[in-house]
Each structure stands twice: as structure tokens, then as C-alpha cells.
């Protein structure tokens, strides 16, 4: 049976990718924030995914406000990305996994989540980002399932319905006959506002009291509105209902593998958090 070993939260800053791509690693500014991935790496060396289901907000280069899903299912044997215009290089397809892409579909239809299905996926900075932080270059060693949340164009899900939409992909995932491990993913965040009268808004406070409560407490967090999300991350910092959808799938209760907080990368507050389900880790203590 498939078997979820973990969950995976970061930032998607595109000035990541511009550093990565020019091997800005030892970078007084870059330094310390990419030494941050590295004990997310080796967790991942060792517990080597098959697969990973990757919560995240595509930002205008699948889909933009005329026609904008509030949650897609990728369905694509491959997604690649394309030039958004920040000046990073275009890197190479991610392959999916089509047959795991509809029994996911199936189930959340079933359980009344009618999402969108897309047979063919452009993946924007918020994918590949995260993806080139935890497996870098051009290695393609996990299938992935990209599950899009609309972040961009209010009304946005509720944290609420994020939390049970991330419960259900947990419940689709333990039905997967197959010995597969799987990797659950949310990406964006943590506080940022990249446009208006509060450009530049970083709330340091709420984001680390946000990394304990989405740990021990997320019901905590998914009790607020995006409206009161928005005044206490920022415009952008609401794509915490990534986290939250990722949080979700654990199970009720995780462990903490590693976290960084790093403020600030370009205009946000830069967050990582990787955690295991409670009963695998108690399992290998056993
Ligand atoms: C930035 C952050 C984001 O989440 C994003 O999607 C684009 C830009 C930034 O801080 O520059
Ligand atoms: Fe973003």
C-alpha cells in the first residue's frame, strides 16, 4: 500500500531560482538560507519518495484571472514551465504520472471536491522552486502530482477547506494499491506583500508563532478568514493554505524532521518545514 513518510513546506520566491541557477550558494545573502535545505535533503536521501503530491499556486502561466480553478488536479505524463519573466532559466519537464493522477481525481470527486483535470500542465515558479531546492539540477528521482490552489483572485478557498482537501488527498494516497512512498508538499509563504500601500510587509511574529501552530495546532490556523490571513501575512502571505492543505495530509499528529525561518529573501519571509506522521516515527523508534 502507499504509504505517506512525510510532508514538505517552502517558500517559492523566484529570486531562489535566479541564485540557484547562478550558483550563488556560498553568497553572504544566499549562504545561510540554502544551508537551510540541507538537512531537507538528506531526510529525503534517506527516506527516497516515489512520489510527491505538491500543493501549490500557479501565479499566471497555466491560468490567469479570466480563467483561474480554485483547485486542479494535474493529470500530465510531464510538466514543464516556460519563461515568466523574471529572468530564470526554463528547466527541464517534471514527469508525472497520469493512472495515480485519476485515482486521485476519482476519490476527491467522490468525496465532493470537484476539481479541475489537467491533462497537460505548464508548472510555474512555485513548483519547480521548491522542487530544484530539495532535489537540485536535473535530477528527476520522484513522479509528481501538482494540485493547484487559487491564491491569486479572491474568493480563495478557506484555510478550512484547504485543511480537509489535504485530509482527503491523505485518504486517496492510503487506498493507492501500490508499495509506494509518497512525499506531500505545500509551497509559498511565509508573510509577504508585493504590491500596494503595505509592499514589503513582513509580520516576523505571526510567522513563527504559524511554524508551532501548524505543527501541534493547526486548527488554530485554519479558524481564521482569508481576510484576516491577508491582513496578518500580507496579500501573498495567504499561500500559508499550501502549508495548511500539506499539514492536513500528516495526520493528526507530526513531528518536526527540520524548519528554518530566514527574513528577508527579496520581499518575504522565507520558511521551511519538513515533517513525518507521528505514527511512522513512533513506528521507527519501536
Ligand atoms: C516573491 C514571492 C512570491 O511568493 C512570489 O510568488 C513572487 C515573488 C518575492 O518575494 O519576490
Ligand atoms: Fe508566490
Redesign the pocket.
Known amino acids: 500500500m502507499a504509504k505517506i513518510v512525510g510532508g514538505l513546506a517552502t ?5 531562489i531560482g535566479k541564485a540557484m541557477s547562478e550558483q550563488k550558494f556560498q553568497d553572504p545573502y544566499w549562504k545561510s538560507f540554502f544551508e537551510g535545505y540541507e538537512p531537507a535533503r538528506a531526510w529525503l536521501e534517506k527516506t527516497k519518495p516515489d512520489i510527491a503530491v505538491v500543493f501549490y ?1 500557479d ?1 499566471g502561466l497555466n491560468f490567469f484571472l479570466d480563467n483561474l480553478p480554485t483547485f486542479a488536479v494535474g493529470a500530465a505524463p510531464e510538466y514543464g514551465n516556460a519563461d515568466e519573466g ?1 529572468g530564470l532559466p526554463v528547466v527541464a519537464p517534471y514527469p508525472g504520472d497520469p493512472a495515480l493522477s485519476w485515482r486521485l481525481i476519482e476519490d476527491l470527486v467522490a468525496e465532493e471536491f470537484d476539481v479541475s483535470t489537467c491533462q497537460q500542465m505548464k508548472v ?3 513548483f519547480w522552486i521548491p522542487m530544484a531546492l530539495l532535489w537540485p539540477g536535473a535530477q528527476r528521482p520522484v513522479r509528481v502530482i501538482p494540485i493547484e490552489i487559487n491564491t491569486v483572485q479572491h474568493p480563495l478557498p478557506s484555510a478550512k477547506r484547504c485543511f480537509k482537501l489535504g485530509q482527503a488527498v491523505a485518504r486517496s494516497i492510503a487506498g493507492w494499491d501500490k508499495d509506494l512512498k509518497v512525499v506531500v508538499m505545500g509551497t ?2 511565509l508573510s ?1 506583500q ?1 504590491e500596494g500601500e503595505r509592499a514589503g510587509f513582513i509580520n516576523k511574529e505571526f510567522d513563527l508563532q504559524c511554524l508551532e501552530d501548524i505543527v501541534a495546532h493547526p486548527e488554530k490556523l485554519t479558524g481564521y478568514s482569508n481576510f484576516e490571513l491577508v491582513e496578518l501575512a500580507g496579500s ?1 502571505g495567504v ?1 500559508l493554505l499550501m502549508w495548511l492543505a500539506m499539514r492536513a495530509a500528516m495526520g493528526p499528529e507530526a513531528q518536526v524532521v527540520t524548519s528554518s525561518y530566514h527574513v ?5 519571509a522565507a520558511g521551511l518545514l519538513v515533517l513525518e506522521p507521528k505514527a511512522r516515527a513512533m513506528a521507527e523508534a519501536v
Open positions: 517558500s517559492h520566491v523566484p529570486a499556486n501565479h523574471w510555474d515558479h512555485a509559498g509563504g509577504h508585493l501573498q499561500e528577508p529573501i527579496s520581499n518575504t
